[in-house]
């Protein structure tokens, strides 16, 4: 396992200009998870360049990346201004093409968004995972039912 620790993006201060702290950011997990262990070199490359990417991204406040290369899943968090923020970046051409290029090598992919108190905290890895695995639990599988 790999963790890429979370850092603030250089426009983060967490505060306006007027010194207030910034309402209610948007946080954002995903879990990704490759089909092939050897797409996994390839994307993990892919994923750090877009991590370089949310970080001169306007509106994105922070990230983090964790990897398990060998379980061919990636986990990205991230802190957003709000959902204005997230959808710009993911219609953005460097996250396009890596989406593109990756979504045939891809078995699964997971994602929530909720909203923290401020600008100032800094989202909890554990917190994020349990709310995917919540989202899991919640939604029927696919073989349910059918």
Do not use: N
């Amino acid at each position: 396992m790999a963790t890429i620790p979370w850092k603030w993006t250089t426009q983060h201060t967490g505060r306006g200009a007027d010194g207030s702290v910034t309402a209610a950011p948007v946080v954002q997990v995903s879990q990704l998870e490759l089909l092939h262990l050897r797409s996994v070199p390839g994307f993990l490359i892919a994923a750090l360049r877009l991590r370089r990417e949310v970080l001169r991204t306007d509106g994105a406040l922070g990230v983090s990346l964790v990897a398990h290369p060998l379980r061919r899943t990636f986990w990205t968090l991230s802190s957003w201004t709000d959902t204005d923020a997230i959808a710009g970046f993911v219609r953005s051409e460097a996250h396009r093409a890596v989406m593109v290029g990756y979504r045939s090598k891809m078995r699964d992919s997971q994602f929530h968004t909720w909203s923290i108190g401020d600008a100032t905290q800094r989202p909890d890895w554990s917190d994020a995972k349990a709310r995917l695995e919540q989202l899991r639990h919640d939604q029927p599988r696919r073989d349910e039912g059918s």
